[in-house]
């Protein structure tokens, strides 16, 4: 895994989805918001512009609140371990 230092805030989520395929419909309001926050961001930074302290603010708590919606992996999902124990 390598670190990407000169992505836009908008290509910073298309890499999140492309490394995070859990994410699905049911996410699309935060990433609706985030996609629109990003895009204002850019804005700013290639306006040479100071970032405003809000929306960076705002686009980090939305990150974080989709992190949080990823499912928990099922290590076990065939019940194979059980089954053998019950053997």
């Known amino acids: 895994m390598g670190y990407v230092l000169n992505e836009s805030y908008e290509d910073s989520i298309t890499t999140f989805l492309a490394a995070n395929l859990w994410v699905s419909d049911s996410e699309a309001p935060y990433l609706a918001s985030l996609l629109h926050i990003a895009r204002l961001l850019d804005l700013k930074v290639a306006a ?36 053998i124990a019950a053997i």
Do not use: H, I, V
């Open 48 to 83: 040479k512009q100071a970032l405003p302290a809000g929306l960076t603010m705002e686009f980090r708590m939305l990150f974080s609140e989709l992190r949080k919606c990823k499912p928990a992996e099922d290590e076990d999902e065939d019940d194979f371990d059980a089954e």
